[in-house]
């Protein structure tokens, strides 16, 4: 701040002249007047050098000051840059700057103002110094407090890292907290205060270390949860405890934990046997350690309970129970239900037979759970870390109950890992595969160690409701991997007979596997390659190696078939319902064509046919209809219009359309009994092609044609040109038959049935008739009525009368294939049918002096009788002609009216 000079000495006052006027006379001395204005400059000019050097000792000092906070808040070179180690004897070197720009300033001033100036300066080089020093003395105790503090963390997470080599950590951490209390003049209560500190919570870190470790062992992911067949004495004390007090040394208020009957702590010892329990452990009797101290209590009751294990020969379900019912109650028990340990009874008939409810439940849970504690994970594990002493008694009570709390999470995980396993094995049992069952002493071991009864209960009916599910693994072996005649077989194998022990508990099983049965039948036949995939390694891998592009769809179908022959599947399906709703997706998507859509037929071979019938229901009826038909023409035509509406095609094919219904109905009307009869999809498939006949019509018409010749173009295409068709039933003509030989074939085998061959309740049946009766009338029935119906795959027909199918004596309907047919009416054709085939055959033409042979008169002339009605004659023995005349002439001159 800039100092206001103050001047001392004479001061000069200032006056005004009184004059009388201007006088060229009487003029004032002139000595006088020089001597009065030298005085006054001298005065001028001391005044003006002293202010002089008092701004310049202010600037200097200004100077200084800032040269001073420089050296200390530079950002860049300033000594409070400089941190913990790095600022260590730094001070001097900074105030020797400090020294040296004092020094520099003075240099500048002129000597009346550097006296001045150097006096402020020491001040201000004092108050620096005492800064520059201070600092360095915080930034060293700060650097010597992180370095004690680090090493004690170092000791700290090496107890951790490694629980056993606490005891190692400790005594480094002990010596550096003395020493460092002994450098910084701590008292010895303050230093002995900071080492409990620190053991105790490194004590508790270690062990809460300790802990997470096992609990990741357990409970963490890849933990594993094993059951020991027989619990030893540290897994039967550790459920003790549990069950005993959750591993609590005091109460929610803070107090002694005190059961009702008077025991206390972890270990629920009661004070009458504790001085006994001391004794035992090798340890004074201290009543207060006995209230307060968890380490003390669960020493006391590890002692007893050794002790009852001693007395009781090592036998579990003894020594449990003594522990909580006294030695006295259970040697009354052993004289009234027998010693297990002699083999008069068991341990589980001694157990159940106790009389006291509250230690027979606690058996039970102690007994049923001690063997899924782990050996890291006892209480006397827990207890015998190098960290565990190092707690004090609050922290240690509460590690023990989280580590006894830690078996009911372990039951309770290890119940949802069995239940998983549990529902992991029933699909392998639905898959047919063999699967080990979980034994009743690993589904015991994850009881709640708390449980009631009650819930005890409902788990084990669990348990049991799963074991007689695994029990049917022969059977549903038999029913998933084998045919339906040997999955049959297994379920009549397990059929109970009544009055037959377990009869209620047989006879559920039974049902079980009837169930499953149904269950597969109908998996099966309703989607029979998607069944396969999932339960048939054969189909499995062909499936694999046909997405891998490695095998055809050609193969893939073929390992289909071959599994469902070798099952007995009868489902036409031959692909798994996903990828034939793919192949839909794809159709109806309308980016296809019509050759698109055949060479995914194609990419399956000989099954083309099959994934047609298979693809035809999920498709539109245009599709349905074009994948059907045998014009290529119109089925890629019908393909290509799919998704034009109908009114859109009758709009472009103009007024004459409304002529397509009658025209279309005219042509079709033969041939729709065909369809409308058959016995699966026939009137839906009749709808269709009456639906697409007249779209297709329309098409056409859009061309230029009329009405009629469209439509009967649009019918030649999808079925005049393609079947023959006799009154119920079509033959398509790609099959290369004669129709009258189909039809004599099956008029031969309508004549030829037999009583035996059809079912005595196949049609006709009354019931005041015998069956011989009924199978008589029904054969007359049928012979009389017949109507053969074309099948599904138009390779054949079936026999109906009315619409009704004719029975054989297998319950099966009755097909005849057109080929079948056909031959019998090649070997016994009626008579026009002989005429007709004789029409039909190509012969060699003979020259006239040959033909008129006695033999050929034969031939021709049974031809002419069979034209008039009458029955032909056998060849008459060629001979050679005595007469003139000619039969075939004579013949037709008859016919000609000569």
């Known amino acids: 701040m800039p100092i206001v000079p103050t001047v001392q000495g004479r001061q000069v006052e200032s006056r005004g002249v009184q004059t009388g006027g201007f006088q060229t006379f009487n003029q004032p001395n002139i000595t006088d007047a020089l001597v009065n204005v030298g005085n006054q400059a001298i005065g001028v000019f001391g005044q003006a050098k002293q202010q002089a050097d008092l701004a310049l ?142 053991r105790e919570s490194a004590g508790q870190k270690a062990t809460e270390a300790a802990f997470a470790n096992v609990y990741q062992q357990l409970l963490g992911p890849g933990g594993k949860i094993s059951v020991t067949d ?13 069950q005993e007090s959750g591993g609590n040394q005091y109460a929610k208020d803070g107090s002694p934990l005190v059961s009702p009957k008077g025991a206390v702590g972890a270990a629920q010892v009661m004070e009458s046997t504790g001085p006994e329990a001391a004794s035992l452990a090798g340890v004074p009797w201290d009543r207060d350690k006995w209230l307060n101290d968890p380490r003390y209590n669960m020493q006391l009751g590890q002692a007893y309970f050794s ?72 209480m006397e594990s827990l207890t015998n870390l190098p960290s565990w002493n190092a707690m004090n008694a609050a922290n240690k009570s509460q590690m023990m109950s989280r580590m006894t709390g830690l078996y009911d999470m372990q039951a309770s995980s290890g119940r949802v890992a069995l239940q998983s396993r549990m529902q992991d094995d029933l699909a392998q049992l639905e898959a047919g595969k063999t699967v080990p069952p979980i034994s009743a002493h690993e589904w015991i071991a994850v009881m709640p160690l708390q449980a009631t009864p009650v819930e005890r209960m409902q788990l084990e009916k669990t348990y049991q409701q799963y074991r007689q599910a695994m029990s049917l693994q022969p059977v549903y072996q038999s029913i998933v991997k084998g045919n339906s005649q040997q999955g049959l077989a297994a379920i009549q194998s397990i059929q109970p007979q009544q009055g037959e022990p377990d009869y209620k508990y047989k006879s559920e099983l039974y049902a ?27 189909v499995q891998s062909a499936f694999q190696e046909y997405q891998n592009n490695q095998v055809t769809g050609e193969y893939l179908i073929s390992r289909i078939q071959a599994e469902k022959d070798r099952l007995g599947i009868r489902s036409k399906s031959v692909l798994p319902a996903s990828i034939v709703d793919g192949i839909s997706a794809k159709v109806d998507s309308g980016n296809m064509n019509f050759s698109d859509l055949k060479g995914i037929i194609a990419g399956f071979g000989r099954y083309g046919d099959s994934v047609v019938a298979q693809l035809q229901p999920k498709t539109k009826a245009a599709v349905r209809v074009a994948t059907a038909i045998n014009d290529a023409n119109a089925a890629d035509t019908l393909f290509t219009i799919r998704n034009v509406k109908t009114e859109e095609l009758k709009k472009n094919s103009g007024e004459q359309a409304k002529g397509v219904d009658a025209a279309w109905n005219s042509l079709i ?108 009338n029904n054969l007359a029935q049928i012979q009389n009525s017949a109507e053969w119906v074309t099948d599904e795959n138009e390779q054949g027909v079936y026999l109906t009368v ?79 002609a005595d007469n003139t005349s000619n039969t075939l002439r004579d013949a037709l001159n008859t016919l000609g009216g000569k």
Do not use: C
């Open 669 to 776: 009307a033969a041939a729709s009994p065909t369809f409308s009869l058959q016995r699966q999809g026939g009137a839906e498939t009749l709808a269709d092609i009456n639906e697409q006949g007249k779209r297709l019509a329309y098409y056409y018409m859009a061309s230029g044609e009329d009405a009629q010749a469209a439509t009967e173009k649009a019918y030649k295409k999808m079925i005049g040109d393609h079947y023959t068709v006799n009154n119920t039933w079509r033959m398509p003509n790609s099959l290369g038959l004669k129709e009258n030989n189909v039809t004599d074939g099956l008029s031969n085998i309508v004549n030829g049935l037999k009583v035996d061959d059809i079912g005595s309740r196949s049609l006709f049946y009354n019931p005041a008739m015998t069956p011989e009766q009924n199978a008589a």
């Open 307 to 378: 002790a009852q294990m001693k007395k009781y020969d090592n036998n579990p379900v003894l020594a449990v129970a003594a522990y909580n019912a006294g030695p006295s109650a259970v040697d009354g028990w052993i004289k009234q239900i027998g010693d297990p340990r002699t083999g008069q009874v068991s341990n589980a008939q001694f157990a159940a037979a106790i009389p006291f409810e509250e230690t027979r439940n606690y058996v039970a849970n102690v007994t049923g759970s001690a063997g899924a504690i782990p050996g890291n994970a006892t």
């Open 802 to 880: 009315n619409g009704t199918p004719i029975l054989d004596q297998h319950g099966s309907p009755i097909r005849v294939s057109f080929a079948d047919a056909s031959k019998s009416g090649i070997a016994k054709p009626s008579s026009t049918g002989a005429v007709l085939n004789w029409m039909g055959e190509k012969r060699k033409v003979t020259p006239p002096s040959e033909f008129y042979t006695p033999n050929v008169n034969a031939t021709m002339s049974d031809a002419f009788r069979v034209l008039q009605g009458q029955d032909a004659t056998s060849p008459l023995p060629q001979k050679e």
């Open 512 to 538: 079980s596997a009837v169930s499953k049965f149904q269950q597969v039948h109908d998996a099966r036949e309703s989607d029979p390659g998607t069944w396969l995939q999932q339960y048939s390694p054969v």
């Open 230 to 242: 027989s619990p030893d004495q540290s897994q039967l004390f550790s459920a003790m405890i549990w």
């Open 57 to 198: 000792t202010q600037d200097a000092t200004q100077r200084l000051y800032a040269v001073g906070s420089g050296l200390m808040d530079d950002p860049k070179e300033g000594l409070m840059t400089l941190q913990g180690k790095n600022a260590i004897g730094q001070a001097p070197g900074y105030i020797q700057k400090f020294d040296n720009e004092m020094q520099t300033i003075a240099g500048t001033l002129p000597e009346s103002a550097r006296n001045v100036f150097l006096k402020h300066a020491q001040q201000q080089r004092i108050q620096f110094a005492t800064q520059a020093e201070r600092y360095e003395l915080g930034q060293r105790r700060q650097y010597e407090s992180g370095q004690q503090d680090g090493y004690l963390s170092l000791q700290a997470q090496q107890a951790i890292s490694n629980p056993q080599l606490f005891n190692q950590s400790a005594l480094n951490a002990r010596a550096s907290i003395m020493a460092y209390g002994q450098a910084h003049g701590q008292s010895p209560e303050e230093i002995e205060s900071n080492w409990v500190q620190w």
